[in-house]
């Protein structure tokens, strides 16, 4: 699939953020301690930001990777879908989320 610059480096952003919240949950497991994270859903995300910013209804996720992958909106049909259930915020969640975005990024490249 053939996404622009922008969404490539959006999709990077993405992947850190979510690189970031499975690290917290190892170290919480080797220290026996709650994980410490920042999940703040569209308001963090560096895809949600450039193409489903806070109060934008029309069009929502045109142009995001994830949406072209999809074929849907808001994250539907990927593993965010159980991170938002509840209980839902897992380490295994976590890391499915991860491993989606890390296939997404594999299977896109830089339009030319």
Same mark, same amino acid.
């Given at each position: 699939?053939?996404?622009?610059?922008?969404? =490539?480096v959006? #999709?990077?952003?993405?992947? /850190?953020?979510?690189? =970031?919240?499975v690290? *917290?949950?190892?170290? %919480? /497991?080797?220290? @026996?301690?709650? &994980?410490?994270?920042?999940?703040?859903?569209q308001?963090?995300? &560096?895809? !949600?930001l =450039?193409?489903?910013?806070p109060?934008?209804? #029309?069009? *929502?996720?045109? @142009? !995001?990777?994830? %949406?072209?992958?999809? $074929?849907?909106?808001? !994250?539907?049909?990927? &593993?965010?879908?159980?991170? @938002?259930?509840?209980? @839902? /915020?897992? $380490?295994?969640? *976590? /890391? *499915?989320?991860?491993?989606?975005?890390?296939?997404?990024?594999?299977? !896109?490249?830089?339009?030319?």
């Amino acid at each position: 699939m053939e996404i622009t610059q922008q969404a =490539k480096v959006a #999709l990077w952003g993405s992947i /850190e953020k979510w690189d =970031k919240i499975v690290n *917290a949950f190892r170290i %919480a /497991e080797r220290d @026996g301690s709650d &994980p410490v994270y920042k999940e703040g859903g569209q308001y963090d995300c &560096p895809l !949600c930001l =450039k193409y489903n910013y806070p109060g934008r209804t #029309l069009h *929502a996720c045109l @142009g !995001c990777p994830i %949406a072209k992958d999809t $074929k849907d909106w808001g !994250c539907d049909g990927t &593993p965010y879908e159980n991170w @938002g259930a509840d209980f @839902g /915020e897992t $380490k295994e969640n *976590a /890391e *499915a989320m991860l491993a989606y975005l890390v296939d997404l990024n594999d299977r !896109c490249e830089v339009e030319s």
